[in-house]
C-alpha cells in the first residue's frame, strides 16, 4: 500500500502565497508522474500541475505564470509554490502519484486532501 500526506493548505489572502508539499510512502519502487488537482465548490476535480520523473510538467492555464510545481525524487515528495493567489484558486487540493509498487505494478493513490481558502 500507498500513502500520500499532505500539508501547507490554509488561509491567506488574495494576492499572498502557500507552499504545497505532498510526501509518498510505502510500497514504492519508482514514481513515474506526480501531482496537484483541486476541487473548487460545486465544480469537478480539474488538474493544477503535474510533473514526469524526468521533469516534465504541465500546468493548467489558469495557474502558468502564478503556481510552480517540484519534486524532490530522493523523498517521493512533491511540492506546489501557489504564488499572486486569486479568490478563484480557493479549493480542495489533492495530491496524485503515479505509482509502481512492487509485487503490485502501477496504481494511481490520492492524498486526503488539504483547504486552500484565498480571501479579498
Known sequence: QVQLVESG?????????LRL????????ATISTMGWYRRAPGK??????EMTGRGTTNYDDSVKGRFTISRDNAK?????Q????????TAVYYCNAHVYSFGVGYNDYWG???Q???SS
Do not use: H, P
Open 9 to 17: 493548505g490554509g488561509l491567506v489572502q488574495a494576492g499572498g502565497s
Open 21 to 28: 508539499s505532498c510526501a509518498a510512502s510505502g510500497n514504492i
Open 44 to 49: 469537478q476535480r480539474e488538474l493544477v500541475a
Open 82 to 89: 501557489m504564488n499572486s493567489l486569486k479568490l478563484e484558486d
Open 112 to 114: 486526503q486532501g488539504t
Open 76 to 80: 517521493n515528495t512533491v511540492f506546489l
Open 116 to 118: 486552500v481558502t484565498v
